[in-house]
């Protein structure tokens, strides 16, 4: 069993920054792909960023260039900094976990307001 517990969001103006971070429970953090998703009003649920376990990682057109996905496997965290952010970043975000062995896990979620 894996749970994931979200930290760092926040109202930031447009063009600000904010950096989430999610922390893991269990020992096989290391093994696992790493992923954000975000959810807005009214939308689906889209992925955002994804890294896997030696750190390769891939992003979502929208967010190229200015949101970076990184994991320390020492704190078992994984971790979203949002640079150039706009008011259409607005979203629940949610931290992701996929085992190699299978499964998806999902973490409560933490709110982005981006303010123009």
């Known amino acids: 069993q894996v749970q994931l517990v979200e930290s760092g969001g926040g109202l930031v103006q447009a063009g600000g920054s904010l950096r989430l971070s999610c922390a893991a429970s269990?020992?096989?953090?290391?093994?696992?792909?790493m992923a954000w998703h975000r959810q807005a009003p009214g939308k689906p649920r889209e992925l955002v960023a994804i890294?896997?376990?030696?750190?390769?990682?891939n992003y979502a057109d929208s967010v190229k260039g200015r949101f970076t996905i990184s994991r320390d496997n020492a704190k078992n965290t994984v971790y979203l900094q949002m640079n150039s952010l706009k008011p259409e970043d607005t979203a629940v975000y949610y931290c992701?976990?996929?085992?190699?062995?299978?499964?998806?896990?999902w973490g409560q979620g933490t709110q982005v307001t981006v303010s123009s």
């Open positions: 992701n976990s996929l085992p190699i062995s299978g499964g998806s896990y």
């Open positions: 269990g020992n096989r953090f290391s093994s696992n792909a």
């Open positions: 890294i896997n376990k030696i750190g390769v990682t």
